[in-house]
């Protein structure tokens, strides 16, 4: 199964065609550990469903997910456009494609959402995306950890979210951790509501 064949499902909840199609690019350009690692290699911080082979894939998909269902509920959709809608589903399938950084270390990355927002950003024309698109992906992605600013070291590494965008997206990815919410998949990782 290729890439884009994982992601039929989250690629149809993306309505602008373009946008879709620079999505299958990126997806197509993450390193392979995104689609075979744990979410948490302790599992402190995930739910069962994110644990193990392809934890992470489940729980990209699964935020991506929560966002589009609390998108459709008008009071909270029709504070944003269609375009920031898929731009948000977007940045929330691919927060975590460089969890682990870019080549694969060992452990999670704790400039992993700086990481991702700057791959976005350099690489927007591969992708097909505007510069503005880009940005706005980055921005929201990179402040997807909340209040959890501050490294192993106590270092403050990210920023917290400020805009609602910024806001939705750290809510969406929270939700997603949160383990009292269970998201039921099938066997081929795919969400089966």
Excluded at 5 to 23: A, C, G, H, V, Y
Excluded at 37 to 62: C, F, I, N
Excluded at 116 to 139: I, P, V
């Amino acid at each position: 199964m290729n890439r884009e064949e994982m992601f039929t499902d989250e690629l149809r909840l993306i309505k602008d065609k373009d946008l879709r199609e620079s999505l299958v690019k990126i997806i197509n350009m993450l390193p392979e550990y995104w689609l075979h690692e744990a979410a948490s290699s302790t599992g402190k911080y995930h739910p069962e469903y994110a644990l193990g082979e392809a934890g992470l894939l489940r729980h990209s998909k699964a935020a991506m997910r929560i966002g589009y269902e609390l998108l459709n509920d008008p009071c909270i959709g029709d504070k944003y456009t269609s375009r920031e809608k898929d731009l948000m589903l977007m940045s929330l399938l691919i927060h975590d494609g460089l969890k682990l950084g870019d080549p694969q270390e060992r452990y999670t990355r704790f400039d992993h959402p700086i990481l991702m927002a700057n791959f976005l950003n350099e690489k927007y024309n591969e992708f097909d995306l505007s510069k503005e698109d880009a940005k706005f992906m980055g921005e929201v992605i990179k402040t997807h950890m909340g209040p959890w600013t501050t490294d192993y070291n106590g270092n403050e590494v990210l920023e917290k979210p400020k805009t609602k965008y910024q806001n939705f997206v750290h809510m969406c990815d929270f939700l997603a951790s949160r383990k009292c919410l269970l998201v039921p998949f099938d066997k081929n990782n795919k969400i089966s509501v």
